[in-house]
């Protein structure tokens, strides 16, 4: 697992007008109630409530206090409150990845069950999960690193694994992250064997090195997040480059940002086929596509509505318009409102082409 020191919240709320992004950060911390600065997870479910999975239990919040949850199955007495992944599936079931496996919370009665699914050989999920998502056939895929990547069909109730890569080891070679696309397209980013395709008729996959052309390779690298962008795969190599995948070709391309290059990259995520949001250890990226510009949010101690640490990693989405982010050292609260630009705001714009 990748080594966590100590994370906050991070939200901002964003006005996007013809000109400029703007950037607004207000900020919680222990002493409002979260259970710990090490914010792993967020995710806001469908009542509006937002999660935060952190180190130490989960926590919810109303927009006015936080309550904290102690993730516990009596029945099967199993307990864990590293919470490193959350999901609400269509029936408004929080799945909570933690260090050991995953528990599914009943937000009506306020109970953990342990999902202790298994597959046909006897196999359960019960490593740390790093991503839980949904296809659009409600099938919820769970990234286990240590372990692979199971495939949860509900309407079967049926637990398949894929180890994904031809020879699965920990922190060599195993799946890492993944993205799905809105027409059901599944990929898995590994460390160190690139990207693999899901091949859903015949439950295989298809590994993508970029290098069909003889040069760059994915052979080695270390993917922790991709995102999908019409006809590529963005990449985040950590401590290397933010890179393309033409899926067509089999092709790397170099997305040529000197500014987030080696910044340690976070997170990835691409909204409205347009802007690629970056989070590094410099802050924020907003890669605007259409009008080939990137803005970043960073670290401005004479600013009080800047960040107040650039350390970022992973990400949560509330709407096209808010977005989340976890900050290191000190916790960040979000607003429910959509802020208009302010004027003290820190913005940089850097031109591309």
Known sequence: MKRLICFSLLFFSIFVNLFAYDFYFSQIDGRAGLSHNNVKAIVQDSYGFMWFGTRNRLNRYDGISIKQFDCYDPHLEKRNNNVGALYEDINKILWVGTDKGIFLFDPLKETFSFFDNKTEDGLGVTDWISDIQADPDDNIWIVSPNEGVFKYIKTENKLIRYTVVEDLKPSVSNPQCITIEKNGKIWIGTNGSGVYFYNKPDETFTQYLGNSDGNNSLSGKNIYTI?????????????????????????????????????????VHTFNDNEIWVATEDGVFVIDQKRNTVYHAKEDQSNPYALSDVLLRHRALTSMHIRWKTSMTTGYIPETIILPRMPNCLRESIHLW
């Not at 890179?243 to 080696?262: A, E, F, W």
């Open 227 to 267: 995102s999908h962008d019409n006809d590529y795969i963005i990449i985040g190599i950590h401590e290397s480059k933010l890179l393309k995948l033409d899926k067509r070709r089999n092709l790397i391309v170099d997305m040529g940002m000197s500014d987030i290059d080696y910044k340690i990259i976070r997170d």
